[in-house]
C-alpha cells in the first residue's frame, strides 16, 4: 500500500487503484488547521497526478469525518485575530485566492467518495460536497454553521450545494445553520446511501471497486465534463466567496460568533 511520506495530520494511501485520504486529528473531531489543510491540498493533488489512482475516498478518524476549521488556532488565537483585523487591501494576494484545498479537491480528475463517519460541519460540510458522491454512516450529521460564526460558506455551499439539493433547500442550510442527520441528508439528496456506522467503510470501498474497474480515461473525461456543464465556476465562486470571509472576519458579529462558541453560550448579533 502506497502512501505519502510526512502525512501525519492528513493520511493517504493507495492500493487497488483506490487512494483514500483520512483526516487525522481524531482529538480534535479532525478540525483543520494549516498543517492539515495543506496536508488535505497534497493528498488530492497526489491523487490527481498518480495514473494509478482511478477513484479517491476522503473521511475521516473516528468518531468525526471534520468539524470544520479549528477555531482555537485559526479564529482565536493572537495571530489569527491579528490577521483577520487587516483589510483586505492590505493582505497579500494569495489570501484573498480560493482556498488550496478546496480547488484541489475540485480539480482532481478522479472520481472522489465522501465517506461520512460522523460530524460533517462547517468546513466539514464543504469538505463533503466536494466529493462528487457523499456516502454516510448512520452516526453522520450535517451543517453549513458559518452563519452561526458571522461568516459565509467557502465555495462548497455556494457552488456546490445549490446543485446536489437545489438552490431553496440549500438556501434554508445557509441561512439557518441548521444540523441535520443522515436520515435527512438522504431525504433531500445530499447522500446517496446510509450505512450502519460499522460497515460505512466497506460500502465506500465496494463503490470505488464498481468505480476503479473503468477505463481511466473514460472516467477522467467525465469528471471534467461534469466540471464544464456546471453552471458556475468553482474558481470565480471561491475568490468571491474567500473576499466576502475576509470580509466579514472583520465584524464584531463574527468576533461574537466565536466568543459564543468557546464559551458554549448563546450568541448576541448586532449587525456590526
Known amino acids: 500500500?502506497?502512501?505519502?511520506?510526512?502525512?501525519?495530520?492528513?493520511?493517504?494511501?493507495?492500493?487497488?487503484?483506490?487512494?483514500?485520504?483520512?483526516?487525522?486529528?481524531?482529538?480534535?473531531?479532525?478540525?483543520?488547521?494549516?498543517?492539515?489543510?495543506?496536508?488535505?491540498?497534497?493528498?488530492?493533488?497526489?491523487?490527481?497526478?498518480?495514473?494509478?489512482?482511478?477513484?479517491?475516498?476522503?473521511?475521516?478518524?473516528?468518531?468525526?469525518?471534520?468539524?470544520?476549521?479549528?477555531?482555537?488556532?485559526?479564529?482565536?488565537?493572537?495571530?489569527?485575530?491579528?490577521?483577520?483585523?487587516?483589510?483586505?487591501?492590505?493582505?497579500?494576494?494569495?489570501?484573498?485566492?480560493?482556498?488550496?484545498?478546496?480547488?484541489?479537491?475540485?480539480?482532481?480528475?478522479?472520481?472522489?467518495?465522501?465517506?461520512?463517519?460522523?460530524?460533517?460541519?462547517?468546513?466539514?460540510?464543504?469538505?463533503?460536497?466536494?466529493?462528487?458522491?457523499?456516502?454516510?454512516?448512520?452516526?453522520?450529521?450535517?451543517?453549513?454553521?458559518?452563519?452561526?460564526?458571522?461568516?459565509v460558506s467557502d465555495v462548497g455551499g455556494f457552488y456546490r450545494l445549490p446543485q446536489v439539493v437545489g438552490p431553496a433547500k440549500a438556501a434554508e442550510l445557509l441561512f439557518t445553520g441548521d444540523i441535520i442527520d443522515a436520515a435527512e441528508a438522504l431525504r433531500i439528496g445530499l447522500v446517496t446511501q446510509v450505512a450502519p456506522h460499522a460497515e460505512l467503510m466497506d460500502a465506500a470501498m465496494a463503490l470505488a471497486r464498481r468505480i476503479a474497474v473503468n477505463p481511466p480515461l473514460a472516467l477522467v473525461a467525465y469528471k471534467q465534463g461534469l466540471r464544464k456543464f456546471a453552471v458556475s465556476d468553482a474558481r470565480e465562486a471561491g475568490t468571491w466567496a474567500i473576499g466576502e470571509i475576509r470580509r466579514l472576519m472583520r465584524t464584531a458579529d463574527h468576533r461574537e460568533g466565536v466568543a459564543s462558541f468557546l464559551e458554549k453560550r448563546e450568541p448576541v448579533f448586532q449587525g456590526r
Not at 487512494?19 to 493533488?45: C, S
Not at 497526478?49 to 468525526?64: F, K, L, M, N, Q
Not at 483589510?87 to 467518495?113: F, G, R, W, Y
Open 1 to 151: 500500500m502506497a502512501a505519502l511520506a510526512e502525512q501525519t495530520l492528513v493520511t493517504y494511501q493507495v492500493a487497488d487503484h483506490i487512494a483514500r485520504i483520512t483526516l487525522n486529528r481524531p482529538e480534535r473531531r479532525n478540525a483543520l488547521n494549516v498543517g492539515a489543510y495543506a496536508e488535505l491540498q497534497k493528498g488530492f493533488e497526489e491523487a490527481h497526478r498518480d495514473p494509478e489512482v482511478r477513484c479517491v475516498i476522503v473521511t475521516g478518524a473516528d468518531p468525526s469525518f471534520c468539524s470544520g476549521d479549528d477555531v482555537l488556532e485559526l479564529m482565536a488565537s493572537p495571530e489569527a485575530q491579528a490577521r483577520n483585523a487587516r483589510p483586505a487591501e492590505d493582505l497579500p494576494a494569495a489570501a484573498l485566492q480560493p482556498t488550496p484545498a478546496a480547488m484541489a479537491a475540485l480539480s482532481c480528475d478522479k472520481p472522489v467518495i465522501a465517506a461520512v463517519n460522523g460530524a460533517a460541519v462547517g468546513w466539514g460540510m464543504e469538505l463533503a460536497l466536494f466529493a462528487d458522491i457523499r456516502i454516510a454512516s448512520d452516526k453522520a450529521r450535517f451543517g453549513e454553521l458559518f452563519i452561526k460564526r458571522g461568516l
